[in-house]
């Protein structure tokens, strides 16, 4: 076959969860994304919603018989040696979609050819067919040490669960519940004095509510660092839950930059800045507190933005007072407090 060698890698990876604008919601999925050259290789696919198979929610069982496949040790799960390399966040059912790909030997080496768009049991290539991407041809050591790490218990994981502190609990129970239907457990507690340094160590994030004083959170900080954990924390002062289950999506997120679709939001008088690394679908929305403290929700923007940074128009009314714009993509939530 004609195809270059490409580098084969895995790293961890998310799909974030949140609460949207008319009370929908989407799951967060830890999952472990392909890397091809250097590359995420779902970057490469613009405005894909989706995660790979290999994903840490998974019944050990099917994780395992998925790195298997990977490996060509179990037959295709589809027609022409076909194998899902990307399916649905949300149910994992091939009649939403997947992406699909063959999957060969070639002597020693690895060959993934023919990427396609799926909803069936058959591909149709010349319809929806990826042209633009692969074939990719990785060498056999490389392509079977990085797999087969994950059966070797080498899975990447994240700390999905998060510490809520403060003694007034009708807010924080209510961020708990939306962070726990998004699939990210929550507790809630005034303190952590006495928790044991093992118990903490599970939390990925703090949130400190409203009634948390100064002397509260710093004897929280100083009982995580005794633990050893250097875990971020979360202003939890502004009671717009959706709000604050994208901050506690971003503290959650510690993939490095590079591995970002999106990396930078600003927000400032009449305008939004944000800067993408490759073509995704971004959406924003505004969020404040009215003079009544009543939460205000408002739709920026939705849509697919090229590689670079972006200048987006801010609706005056949507900013009034003390606002904030949160930025979503597939994989990255930020939020920004909008300057003045």
């Known amino acids: 076959m004609a195809a270059e060698y490409a580098t084969f890698g895995l790293t961890p990876a998310t799909r974030a969860g949140g609460l949207l604008a008319g009370g929908d919601y989407q799951v967060h999925r830890d999952f472990v994304d392909f890397v091809v050259d250097g590359r995420p290789l779902l970057f490469r696919l613009s405005d894909l919603d989706a995660v790979s198979p290999l994903a840490s929610d998974v019944p050990p069982a099917i994780f395992t018989a998925q790195v298997r496949g990977l490996l060509l040790e179990a037959e295709a799960p589809l027609p022409a040696g076909r194998y899902i ?4 966040p949300e149910c994992a059912d091939l009649a939403c979609g997947a992406v699909t790909a063959v999957i060969e030997r070639d002597g020693e080496d690895f060959v993934w050819r023919d990427f396609a768009w799926q909803t069936g049991v058959h591909a149709d290539l010349e319809l929806n067919g990826y042209h633009g991407i692969g074939p990719f041809r990785f060498r056999g050591a490389e392509y079977r040490t990085a797999l087969a790490a994950l059966l070797d218990g ?11 502190i403060g003694s007034r609990v009708a807010l924080l129970a209510r961020l708990a519940a939306a962070l726990r239907t998004i699939g990210i457990g929550a507790d809630i507690a005034q303190d952590a004095e006495g928790v044991p340094a093992d118990e903490l160590r599970a939390y990925g994030a703090v949130v400190f509510g409203r009634s948390a004083g100064a002397g509260e959170r710093d004897a929280v900080r100083r009982a ?5 954990v250097d875990v971020p924390c979360v202003d939890g002062s502004v009671p717009v839950v959706p709000l604050l289950v994208a901050r506690t999506e971003q503290a959650l997120d510690r993939s490095p930059r590079e591995r970002r679709r999106l990396t930078d939001l600003t927000a400032a008088g009449d305008a939004a800045e944000v800067e993408v690394t490759s ?10 507190v009215d003079r009544l403290s009543r939460a205000r ?9 090229e590689p670079g940074r972006h200048r987006v128009p801010l609706d005056p009314k949507a900013v009034k007072g003390e606002a904030f714009v949160v930025a979503r993509t597939g994989g990255t939530v930020l939020v920004a407090a909008v300057g003045r």
């Not at 390399?85 to 649905?88: E, I, P, Q």
């Open 224 to 228: 995580f660092a005794a633990a050893g």
């Open 297 to 305: 929700t408002q739709d920026l923007f939705d849509g697919v933005l």
């Open 85 to 88: 390399v990307y399916g649905c």
């Open 279 to 288: 073509s995704c679908r971004v959406r924003l929305t505004a969020y404040r």
């Open 154 to 164: 080498g899975s990447p994981g994240t700390r999905r669960r998060v510490l809520l």
